[in-house]
């Protein structure tokens, strides 16, 4: 969907399952946004440390 339909002309029950489909999407973003922090913490455990010096 790259647009929004015009919800005046949508039924009662399209409207539902316009619904229905964005709250799946945002189920499916939240766990992948879950993931992809989850992958970050994971590369970044030494961010804490400061740069090794050059002797």
């Known amino acids: 969907m790259r647009e929004l339909p015009d919800l005046k002309r949508l ?3 399209e409207k539902d ?3 229905i489909g964005l ?3 945002v189920q499916e973003l ?3 946004v879950k993931e992809l922090e989850g992958r970050l913490s994971k590369n970044s455990r030494n961010s804490n440390k400061p740069p090794s010096r050059m002797v």
């Open 30 to 32: 939240e766990a992948r």
């Open 17 to 19: 399952a316009l619904i």
């Open 23 to 25: 709250w799946a999407m």
């Open 11 to 13: 039924s009662h029950e």
